[in-house]
């Protein structure tokens, strides 16, 4: 009962689709970095990347595009022409290019 009402994410540490979710939310940067580095100066749509990476880990659409937005602040990726900074989630023209 008190995994039921504990706070925070690892509420049931040993839980299998926690690992999952665990595992994927630390291996889709490393394939986002992958793919833009391979797209070289010209970048990718983010139209491009998305779907690929939704498909092969257990992040959603908006994880991830939270994602790309923290990496744009930080300096780690490109985006040209960003509307605003309170976008937080590239549309899906948005070039993306690795710093």
Known sequence: MDDLFAEGEDAVPNDRSFQIISRSQAQAPVRLEEML????????????????????????HSWLG?????????????APGWPSELRKIPRDEQRLIWA
């Open 37 to 60: 580095t391979e797209a070289g100066e010209l970048g990718m749509a983010w139209r491009d990347v998305w779907p690929s990476v939704l498909n092969a880990y257990a992040v959603t």
């Open 66 to 78: 939270h994602e790309v937005n923290l990496r744009r602040k930080s300096g780690r990726i490109v």
